[in-house]
């Protein structure tokens, strides 16, 4: 089936992306939507601009559209964005958020296109080792939750962090994955990507419990 994958950056759309290719999807082009805001309901938004990056990183072009990220107007944006597509189907990284999923599903019925959502309703844990076996390069790029403090602003997911997340959960039930915003996350490698990420300018901001790495210029390299 020819797909759009809905991309942000983050691991969950990227994982989707890869579990939709291995599917034996085709996927003719990644769409990001663009919020005006950052508390957005749908959409990522912590680094968004480094889409374009990803696209040169897995040689899919990359459509975007700005939304203004207002509670159940941006979905008209959404659907404006896909309508425009000539695609049978969308791809999601949606894991247990009934709210995206469902809305997400409501434009693909509207569009009569299929919805695509490899990731949904597995076990967080599973996941996150998946990604680490599969040696995804992601790191955190946003904080917003007990437990997680500055220190892990530019943090790897790794066996080690990993660890460390599921303690944090157990103790603030947070989630692993970071589906209830606890975090936010950022790709810079994947077994999908023909180069790799690099960041060469950055800062961070926190306050209030809550903090964002700001990549504020990276580029593509080649895989060693």
């Not at 949904?120 to 040696?135: A, F, G, N, S, T």
Request: hydrophobic share 40%; aromatic share 6%.
């Amino acid at each position: 089936m020819r797909v759009a994958a809905l991309v942000t950056g983050g691991k969950d759309s990227v994982l989707a992306l890869y579990r939709a290719q291995k599917m034996g999807h085709t996927v003719e082009v990644l769409a990001t939507m663009i919020p005006k805001r950052d508390d957005s309901y749908m959409f990522h938004f912590p680094n968004i601009h480094l889409t374009d990056l990803l696209s040169g990183a897995v040689e899919i072009p990359l459509v975007t559209a700005e939304t203004s990220g207002v509670k159940e107007e941006e979905l008209d944006d959404l659907k404006k964005l896909l309508a425009s597509l000539d695609v049978e189907g969308v791809v999601s990284g949606a894991i247990a958020s009934s709210y995206q999923k469902e809305r997400i599903e409501r434009i693909c019925q509207e569009l009569s296109l299929k919805s695509v959502a490899p990731l949904w309703h597995e076990d967080p844990l599973d996941i996150m080792k998946e990604l680490i076996d599969l040696k995804f390069k992601v790191i955190l790029v946003g904080v917003y939750a007990f437990g997680l403090d500055q220190t892990w602003l530019g943090r790897e997911i790794n066996t080690e962090t990993l660890n460390q997340l599921v303690e944090i959960n157990q103790k603030y039930q947070i989630s692993l994955v970071g589906e209830g915003g606890e975090y936010e996350s950022l790709v810079l490698d994947a077994p999908i990507f023909k180069k790799r990420i690099e960041i060469v300018q950055a800062e961070t901001t926190y306050e209030n419990s809550s903090g964002v790495l700001h990549v504020k210029k990276a580029k593509l390299v080649n895989k060693d």
